[in-house]
């Protein structure tokens, strides 16, 4: 049995109760060295075999699968954040299938939720954006043209950018032609819930100079719109007094708490 297991973004209490488990029992771990906190493999059994995928080969990773699979031991395979962005976690399983070998898998906190928490972001805000495009740029893995960087800034809601913390400028650049103006907040998360995680607040039009200036090229997540700012945001109906719920009378009389100026 292979289970593929998500690490979390950083900070080794951010797996989940079940992947600490599944570390706990793994008598083969195979994590993703490149991003995963070594400080999670503490956790592994004294005879665990450990690999390490950033130097091996997808022939390799299935080879070190079917071998454990052979002697009768369980394999968990951690990546980082959660498996199901650009975890390359797919072909993984397919080989499997073909193999006849059966997994499972795990959720992980995705640097997504990590780069949020470390700005104690909400990318939802009423008013301002109800929903939130994951992508990227194009580096060795091509996007598809119908999902370029300009097609998604046209709809000017909150966006999260994996791998792309290397190429601000051109970044910047196609934000801008697709809609967003260069005033637009951004931030630049860099290693959330490491030790060393550091947020950058900037703008669109500030994203180059601002990686630049911090020295930060990769491990990074560029968040766009203005939920950043969460300024002139609405406030929610599901807590609203004047408003009842399936779970909650409207209140008969009620003070408003001052949420923010409105500008
Ligand atoms: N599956 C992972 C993403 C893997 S792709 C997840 O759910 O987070 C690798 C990219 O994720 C990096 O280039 C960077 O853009 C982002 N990333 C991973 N960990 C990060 C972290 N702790 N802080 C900021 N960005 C991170």
């Given at each position: 049995m292979?289970?593929?297991v998500g690490a979390g973004c950083g900070a080794p209490d951010l797996i989940t109760v079940r992947g600490q488990r599944l570390l706990e029992e793994a008598d083969v771990i195979i994590y993703a060295g490149s991003l995963v906190n070594p400080a999670l493999l503490e956790a592994k059994k004294d005879n665990c075999k450990v690999y390490n995928s950033a130097e091996m080969t997808l022939e390799e990773v299935i080879e070190a699968m079917q071998q454990a699979e052979?002697?009768?031991?369980?394999?968990?395979?951690?990546h980082t954040g959660d498996p199901c962005l650009y975890g390359a976690v797919r072909e993984q399983m397919d080989?499997?299938?073909?193999?006849?070998i059966s997994?499972?898998?795990c959720p992980g906190v995705s640097s997504l939720c990590g780069a949020a928490a470390s700005l104690n972001l909400e990318y939802t805000l009423p008013g301002i954006s109800q929903s939130v495009i994951l992508t990227r740029m194009a580096g060795k893995t091509a996007v598809p043209e119908k999902e370029s960087i300009e097609s998604f800034a046209a709809h000017r809601a909150t966006m999260v950018l994996?791998?792309?913390a290397g190429m601000p400028s051109e970044l910047s650049a196609r934000l801008i032609a697709g809609g967003y103006t260069s005033e637009t907040p951004a931030a630049i998360v860099y290693k959330a819930s490491w030790p060393e995680e550091e947020a950058q607040i900037c703008t669109v039009g500030t994203l180059a100079e601002t990686a630049e200036r911090c020295g930060i090229h990769k491990t990074a997540l560029i968040l766009v719109g203005d939920a950043i700012l969460h300024s002139n945001y609405r406030r929610s109906d599901l807590y609203n007094p004047a408003f009842e719920t399936e779970y909650r009378k409207k209140a008969a009389s009620f003070r408003n708490l001052p949420l923010q100026p409105q500008t």
């Open positions: 292979v289970h593929f052979r002697a009768g031991l369980t394999t968990v395979r951690l080989a499997l299938e073909q193999l006849g997994y499972d898998s994996f791998l792309s």
